[in-house]
């Protein structure tokens, strides 16, 4: 046991070196500089990196994305989150993210829409999961920051943090002091990017040489710190009379991971109603008065709720369309700015708005008087169902593999399956979309029989068609179309 102990402890200890958990903030900049390309963007261009990070394959329909095979997950034999198909919503996403990429703002809410079942909240499941996994690589880092406090001034009972003398040499970071030398760690709730600590004239000239002008977000080059990390810089800037690198001593710069479960940068909102942020008084907290003197007369905010805690990845709104339409208003102001009011202040977010909705509550949506505002920050991306019957059977297979265990299945039972589903989904033809000859056809054709016997039609050419069920003969194939004679075109038109 000992040793087994002692093997995980030593692999915690290496992964937590080999991650570079916690920086300095020179540390930081130094990493930032050595590849701006991984933390110099924005969630946009995050959520097109962690796509492209997965690869693609092309297939006919266009690009198919691998992260929604969840191949990554399925070391756990856990299949039932794949994604099957879909390529077109994968291709209409990615779009999306680019041309936030290029306008610089996340300035709309991408709502995907369909009907009941085609997969709304699974694409944005491999979505999210695959930012988890992405967090965890080392493209794919993603970093915060934390207020360290050393514990010498209340020892020493130094009021004047510029009277600050502790056991280490002026000018070296307090950020990987343990935890006896800490005094006060106090955290960003919002996980502002670290960037946003260099004031913002210098900031944008030294991302301009970083990143030689490529497209970077408005959150890096016009956001600001949140109100509580603002009002500390600004305090520890006059007690340190100008001497920004005594500020940058205090700052803690640690990785963090997307995670759903624990709601970091990855958070999904139900439809009930209830306020997506919020702000709390924290400076009366007895546990902060340890803070510098000039501080405690400054009144801190502690933000919360659903968007802080989604910021810096991605907020779903599952269902969007069933809440309350004034609950969700604050989205037109939020996509347009990228930034929502809380409590005292107005917070810059960066984050990516992803909604679901089905047809009958988006077409009700659509009456609604307020629509054409929302409509501008919108992107609606349609998630239709399956009308390819081999894609539709890969779902039953993978499902069905779940349930089954050792029980017998009828062969041919998902194939069936999936062919009626997919039967049912397809709009009854309309004998004036069709030449004359195959109109006929569709005339003198009887309702298929038990025996899957149908006369030939005059119309037709002479191969026969086989009934892919009984594989018995069922009536006659044109002679230049695949499609039969009462199938329509597969067009995402002809959808129920
Ligand atoms: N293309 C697909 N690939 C894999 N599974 C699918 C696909 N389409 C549907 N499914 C199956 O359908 C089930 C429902 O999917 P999901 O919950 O994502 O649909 P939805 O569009 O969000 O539905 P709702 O409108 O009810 O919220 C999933 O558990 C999944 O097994
Ligand atoms: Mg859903």
Redesign the pocket.
């Known amino acids: 046991m000992d040793t087994f102990l002692s093997k995980i402890e030593a692999q915690a200890k290496a992964d937590f070196e080999r991650t570079n958990r916690i920086l300095t903030f020179d540390e930081y900049l130094a990493l930032v500089t050595s590849d701006p390309r991984t933390h110099v963007r924005g969630s946009a261009q995050y959520v097109v990196d962690m796509m492209d990070h997965f690869g693609r394959t092309e297939t006919p329909q266009g690009s198919h994305f691998k992260l929604?095979d969840m191949e990554f997950v399925s070391d756990l034999g856990d299949m039932?989150?794949?994604?099957?198909?879909?390529n077109e919503v994968q291709q209409a996403i990615y779009r999306s993210l680019q041309n936030f990429v290029k306008e610089g703002v996340n300035n709309k809410l991408v709502l995907?829409h369909?009907?009941?079942?085609?997969?709304?909240?699974?694409?944005?499941?491999c979505l999210t999961r695959g930012m988890e996994r992405y967090s965890e690589s080392a493209q794919g880092a993603l970093y915060r920051f934390n207020w360290i406090f050393p514990v010498e001034k209340i020892v020493k009972g130094s009021l004047g943090l510029a009277n600050y003398s502790g056991s280490k040499p002026s000018g070296e970071s307090y950020a990987k002091l343990g935890d006896e030398d800490i005094a006060a760690r106090v955290c960003c709730e919002l996980k502002d990017h670290p960037l946003l600590l260099i004031p913002l004239t210098s900031r944008r000239d030294a991302l301009a040489a970083w990143t030689k002008n490529a497209p970077l977000p408005d959150y890096l080059t016009k956001g600001s710190l949140c109100h509580k990390c603002k009002m500390i810089y600004e305090a520890l800037l006059t007690a340190y009379k100008g001497d920004l690198k005594r500020v940058y001593q205090h700052i803690q710069v640690e990785r963090f991971y997307v995670s759903k479960r624990y709601r970091s940068s990855a958070v999904t909102i139900e439809p009930q109603m209830h306020v997506d942020a919020g702000a709390r008084q924290v400076t009366m907290d007895k546990s902060l008065s340890f803070l510098p003197t000039s501080l405690q007369s400054v009144s801190l905010f502690e933000l919360s709720g659903d968007l802080v805690e989604g910021n810096r990845g991605m907020v779903e709104y599952?269902?969007l369309l069933k809440r309350p339409i004034d609950t969700f208003k604050y989205l037109l102001i939020t996509c347009e700015t990228g930034s929502v009011n809380v409590g005292p202040s107005i917070a810059f977010l960066d984050t990516v708005l992803v909604g679901?909705?089905?047809e009958l509550q988006l077409d009700a949506f659509k009456e609604f008087p307020d629509f054409t505002s929302f409509k501008a920050r919108i992107e609606l991306v349609r998630?239709p169902?399956?009308l390819e019957y081999s894609?539709?059977k890969?779902?039953y297979d993978?499902?069905l593999k779940k349930v089954a265990g050792d029980k017998h299945v009828s062969p041919h039972t998902t194939y069936v399956a999936a062919l009626w589903a997919v039967l049912t989904r397809l709009k009854k033809p309309n004998a004036i979309h069709y030449q004359p000859n195959l109109t006929n056809c569709r005339r003198t054709s009887r309702p298929r029989s038990a025996s899957c016997s149908r006369p030939p039609c005059a119309g037709c050419a002479t191969s026969t068609r086989r009934c892919p069920i009984t594989r018995g003969a069922w009536a006659p194939r044109p002679a230049r179309s695949r499609a039969s004679c009462t199938t329509p075109p597969r067009t995402p038109s002809s959808s129920a």
């Open positions: 929604f039932r989150h794949r994604v099957v198909a879909q995907l369909g009907p009941n079942g085609s997969a709304k909240s699974s694409i944005v499941n599952a269902d679901s909705t089905n998630v169902y399956l894609e539709e890969k779902i993978i499902n």
